[in-house]
């Protein structure tokens, strides 16, 4: 009786041990998958309408759709990664801020939808300028070393948020 007990004991705590160790795979997953949609649908996006609007630049705005395309994607990436981590709940309230803010700051440039170009005034093209440097300035741009974590977008994206004017002009 007592060694069916230490073998029903002994099987009990190793059936624990490996149910907290597959809880704690799956919070890991969970919080990587937040966070590569974030880095790959938000900050790459981010470095790469910073690399279009300089080449925009450099070619006198030829094709500035190219731009407010980018833009776009960046805003749906944005929209994505908000739901994703409110679905996995992992998204932070600070993080979630970070993001609308963002998302509202963004949203003011003129952006493609569907079936229909933006058209961009002087003003608009300046304002995309203005938008280039502060990316440079906060580390998301081309040919800048970028920081592929979390913490370090987050802060990125609360520091455009502070260079952003509200509202355009």
Same mark, same amino acid.
Request: net charge negative; no cysteine; proline share 2%.
């Given at each position: 009786?007592?060694?069916?007990? !230490?073998? *029903?004991?002994?099987? %009990?705590? #190793?059936?624990?041990?490996? &149910?907290?160790?597959?809880?704690?795979?799956? =919070?890991?997953?969970?919080?990587?998958?937040?966070?590569?949609?974030?880095?790959?649908?938000?900050?790459?996006?981010?470095?790469?309408?910073?690399?279009?609007?300089?080449?925009?630049?450099?070619?006198?705005?030829?094709?500035?759709?190219?731009?407010?395309?980018?833009?776009?994607?960046?805003?749906?990436?944005?929209?994505?990664?908000?739901?994703?981590? !409110?679905? *996995?709940?992992?998204? %932070?309230? #600070?993080?979630?801020?970070? &993001?609308?803010?963002?998302?509202?700051?963004? =949203?003011?440039?003129?952006?493609?939808?569907?079936?229909?170009?933006?058209?961009?005034?002087?003003?608009?093209?300046?304002?995309?300028?203005?938008?280039?440097?502060?990316?440079?300035?906060?580390?998301?741009?081309?040919?800048?070393?970028?920081?592929?974590?979390?913490?370090?977008?987050?802060?990125?994206?609360?520091?455009?948020?502070?260079?952003?004017?509200?509202? *355009?002009?």
């Amino acid at each position: 009786m007592i060694k069916k007990r !230490k073998l *029903l004991f002994r099987f %009990s705590i #190793s059936l624990n041990i490996l &149910l907290v160790a597959i809880v704690a795979w799956g =919070i890991i997953t969970m919080n990587f998958v937040k966070e590569q949609v974030l880095v790959t649908e938000v900050q790459s996006n981010l470095v790469e309408l910073e690399g279009l609007i300089a080449n925009q630049m450099d070619d006198n705005w030829s094709e500035p759709n190219l731009v407010t395309t980018e833009l776009g994607d960046v805003l749906n990436g944005i929209l994505l990664g908000m739901t994703t981590g !409110k679905q *996995l709940g992992t998204l %932070s309230k #600070s993080d979630k801020e970070i &993001l609308e803010h963002l998302y509202s700051k963004l =949203i003011q440039y003129p952006n493609d939808e569907l079936y229909s170009f933006a058209e961009l005034t002087e003003q608009d093209k300046q304002n995309f300028e203005d938008l280039r440097e502060a990316l440079r300035e906060v580390g998301l741009g081309l040919n800048i070393t970028i920081s592929a974590n979390m913490a370090s977008f987050m802060s990125q994206a609360e520091a455009i948020n502070n260079k952003i004017k509200s509202p *355009l002009y």
